[in-house]
């Protein structure tokens, strides 16, 4: 049984009266024990931002969307001056007081659920003990890093419809990994993106997961087809058939590509348009399906899945399951499918509300669609001259093929998105998809080995209507597929879509596995069973969970 004595203690008077058996004491002890652990002293975490709300007080790089808009790009002063008080970050109001009628909407779009982020976990640290240096500043308005991250955002909305196995040949692909090659070169450690041992983006390396040239980080991400395992192999949710198969749109449809349409959006005003679906089910196979994917799926929706898929291909179990030293017992309520199932379900809560209080108490980065009309704004002299000022950076967006290619399509310089309303109403860092999808492959880190292999990999055809044989490199391993699923989920939501940065999701996947292990080395106490489970984190360290 769990060592109940690693925990802290309560003292006898701390005790409940008339609770005399051992394991009502026990069931006490262990909530009291991680409760106390779990306690953040005050002032012991930092949340450290950029430079943006500073350096343009007028709003400009800060996440505005649906209030009252005073101008393309600026929000209304009073408004902002009250939303920043209901997030705490300026004085003088009430934190948390979103209904103050002084934040004022410019539409019928209300903010996405900002008060999650004052939600208090019962698991693992409470939201504001994740701070530096696992959670950054994201990059500021004015940065070469920003820049390159616009860049790549305009490339992958041109992208959208290229089937990920034709970027090796595709014409576009290959003008996006040079001019990413490029400005990695002329730019030392300011492109987040994976690069190849000449330090280069190739079409096989587009839109992967990676920070830079760190190759420790999300080992067997760039190994393989773009797609996961996970998201490709027929599976069952008990005798409900799964094909992985989904609803996608059809080809070809860009939106918020006209100013009064983004301004109308920005202000919170309903789109004018509808996305038109595609009537033939298909396998993922390029941007728009994992963007198509993402925009309504519950957040754990694709890790609930992968465990079934995992099921259904019969993974091993982490070698450090108690059960595979049982001779008479099966798992089920414990180390089984209810808790298997229960656990991912459970963390994702704990995630969201984590990454909800770094996106409304801390950072407050806009979104994309932002950045593109600042572009806009820039290339049609509407900014005012003290903000493009210093806004120097955008040269590198405003002279890149991928704003040429970008005008030749659409006839704008705004981004186009693959939603209609663009994103939703909460900032952009870190991202929840991303949050969830770290803490969620963590949690399946921990149930099944890691290191197995993936053997009779799949890829989808360009059509999206089979699934073939995988010939390809390799070895695909369970760690890889899962570090891949993640990004498949978060960038399908973020990059493809339009309504994320690259940086959104790599560090929120690196806070949810934070909040995955502080929620599971809280849970590892309430079993019965006594165990010793490694697992390999995304850094390619090790985490154990042992409970006696």
């Not at 450290?48 to 709300?53: M, S």
């Not at 349409?261 to 920005?266: A, L, R, S």
């Not at 197995?452 to 799949?458: E, G, M, N, S």
Request: glycine residues 10%.
């Amino acid at each position: 049984m769990s060592n109940l004595n690693e925990l802290p203690q309560p003292g006898a008077t701390c005790l409940p009266a008339g609770v005399t058996d051992q394991h009502g004491q026990s069931a006490f002890t262990l909530r009291f024990g991680t409760a106390t652990a779990d306690a953040v002293k005050t002032g012991s975490v930092t949340h450290p931002v950029n430079t943006d709300l500073a350096k343009f007080t007028d709003g400009l790089g800060s996440y505005t969307k649906a209030l009252l808009q005073a101008s393309p790009g600026i929000v209304d002063p009073a408004t902002f001056k009250a939303f920043l008080q209901a997030c705490g970050i300026a004085g003088g109001g009430t934190v948390g007081d979103f209904s103050n009628p002084a934040i004022m909407r410019g539409g019928t779009a209300k903010l996405n659920g900002p008060r999650a982020a004052l939600a208090w976990q019962q698991s693992g640290k409470d939201s504001q003990g994740y701070g530096a240096p696992l959670v950054p500043p994201a990059p500021a308005l004015d940065s070469m890093a920003y820049a390159i991250e616009l860049v790549e955002l305009y490339w992958a909305a041109l992208l959208r419809d290229v089937p990920f196995e034709s970027y090796p040949t595709n014409a576009l692909a290959q003008a996006a990994a040079k001019e990413l090659s490029d400005l990695a070169a002329a730019n030392p450690g300011q492109y987040a993106g994976p690069v190849d041992a000449q330090g280069k983006v190739t079409p096989e390396l587009l839109f992967r997961g990676g920070f830079g040239a760190k190759p420790a980080y999300f080992a067997g991400e760039t190994v393989g087809p773009y797609l996961s395992q996970f998201c490709l192999i027929p599976t069952a949710l008990g005798r409900l058939p799964i094909t992985q198969q989904i609803m996608t749109y059809l080809p070809g449809q860009d939106f918020m590509i006209t100013e009064q349409e983004w301004f109308n959006i920005q202000n919170g005003k309903a789109p004018t348009s509808v996305a038109a679906f595609d009537p033939v089910l298909r396998y993922m196979r390029c941007g728009r399906d994992c963007a198509a994917y993402t925009e309504v799926d519950e957040l754990y929706q694709a890790y609930l899945v992968g465990y079934l898929v995992a099921k259904t291909v019969g993974l091993p179990t982490n070698p450090g399951n108690p059960y595979t030293t049982y001779a008479n017992e099966q798992p089920f309520g414990t180390f089984g499918g209810p808790d298997v199932a229960a656990t991912l379900g459970a963390v994702a809560r704990a995630a969201i509300n984590a990454v909800w209080y770094q996106k409304w108490l801390v950072h407050l980065r806009h979104r994309p669609e932002a950045g593109g009309g600042l572009v806009h704004l820039l290339k049609t002299n509407q900014l005012n001259a003290a903000d493009a000022a210093k806004l120097g950076n955008f040269e590198t967006v405003i002279n890149s093929k991928a704003l040429q290619e970008s005008y030749s399509r659409y006839g704008t310089y705004l981004l186009s998105q693959a939603f209609a309303e663009g994103s939703p109403t909460h900032p952009a860092y870190p991202t929840g998809h991303g949050t969830v999808a770290g803490a969620c492959i963590t949690v399946l880190k921990f149930f099944y080995d890691g290191n197995a292999p993936f053997t009779h990999a799949v890829v989808p055809s360009n059509d999206g209507l089979s699934l073939l044989p995988y010939s390809g490199s390799g070895p695909l391993t369970v760690n890889g597929e899962l570090h891949k699923l993640a990004h498949n989920i978060s960038f399908g939501h973020g990059i493809h879509a339009g309504i994320h940065w690259r940086s959104d999701t790599d560090y929120s996947m690196l806070l949810g596995e934070r909040v995955a292990i502080e929620f599971m080395l809280d849970q590892m106490f309430s079993y019965w069973e006594n165990f010793d489970i490694s697992i390999t984190l995304m850094d390619g360290t090790t985490q154990t969970f042992k409970n006696s």
